[in-house]
């Protein structure tokens, strides 16, 4: 049974920091790219950042660059997304997920909240 389970998310003050991650099970997690996406109330949902399993190479979203950092351990089944300088504006739900790199075949996580504000 494949499973994204993401956890850290909260509430934290405008300048703080969050580390989210994505515990995977149920797939070859090697050859999936990962992503995070986010989705505020009100809004469309938004890619934040991809790693790829070849490379390791990542994106980022403009509106997050500098600030966050997503990273990956297949070892673990682990991905992690690194928050830094958090704004009101990052408050959104935060998902994980996994994209096969041969069928493109996507798997999700139901998310987890995270609340920037003073």
């Known amino acids: 049974q494949v499973q994204l389970v993401e956890s850290g998310g909260g509430l934290v003050q405008p300048g703080g920091s969050l580390r989210l991650a994505c515990a995977t099970s149920?797939?070859?997690?090697?050859?999936?790219?990962m992503s995070w996406y986010r989705q505020a109330p009100g809004k469309e949902r938004e890619l934040v950042a991809t790693i790829a399993t070849s490379s390791g190479s990542t994106n980022y979203a403009d509106s997050v660059k500098g600030r966050f950092t997503i990273s990956r351990d297949n070892g673990k089944r682990m991905v992690y997304l690194q928050m830094n300088s958090l704004k009101p504006d990052d408050t959104a739900v935060y998902c994980c997920?996994?994209?096969?790199?041969?069928?493109?075949?996507?798997?999700w996580g139901k998310g987890t909240l995270v609340t920037v504000s003073s």
């Open positions: 997920s996994a994209r096969n790199i041969y069928n493109k075949a996507d798997y």
């Open positions: 149920g797939f070859i997690i090697s050859i999936y790219d």
